[in-house]
């Protein structure tokens, strides 16, 4: 999958279609076209639908897996959103949807202001300066990426417990809450990852064929 870029190509228009999906205004494609800021509509459309995708995973992760917890923990299935951000795009998008993702993961989880914007916003700039200078897309490097991933969420946990409790024993803390935490994170992980694909294919099968 190639890294997004913006062509330099006349956009397309009448009945011409990247991948075979068009918008039509008029009788005019704008599937691809630059605006006057140099951002394509497909562009737009495409991480609007990854902000959406994005909100509805968060309230299902506050609502449904915070009652169906796996090792008796919720999982944290936006860091591993930051992470599928960066990995199908760029670091850029990773960071910020992580930043996003991060502030609104405090604040409607109840967190207030939390180091979680932080966390979120290195795991997908990270993730996305992998994937975008040195490596291949790959299920093995995922797989490698999402254990950084849940290890980073594992130690911003750390850091909270050791801000918030009175007494840290660790003894206490890592098998009852810091492993919880890790494996539930690392066996719903799949989740995001699926559930951004299919944006990353269609619009990415455009962007490829933009710069073809």
Known sequence: MKQLRNSGKKPRTGRERFGG???HLGKKTVVGEKLDSGVT??????????????????????????????FDSTPDVMIIAALSIGFYENEKAGAIFGA??????????GMGISILPLAYMLVGYFCGVVTADYYRRSIPLFII???SACAVRMLTTLISV??????VDITVVFPQV????FFSTLITSPVPALLFLPVCKIFGDLDDEKND
Do not use: H, N, Q
């Open 162 to 167: 050791a801000f918030t409790w009175t007494t």
């Open 21 to 23: 999906i068009g918008i």
């Open 178 to 181: 810091l492993l919880p935490e």
């Open 100 to 109: 996003s993702f991060g502030f609104l993961s405090g604040i409607i989880g």
């Open 41 to 70: 509509v497909s562009e737009i459309v495409k991480y609007t639908l990854y902000a959406v995708l994005g909100l509805a995973l968060l309230i299902f992760e506050t609502s449904f897996f915070s009652r169906i917890r796996a």
């Open 145 to 147: 990426l999402d254990l």
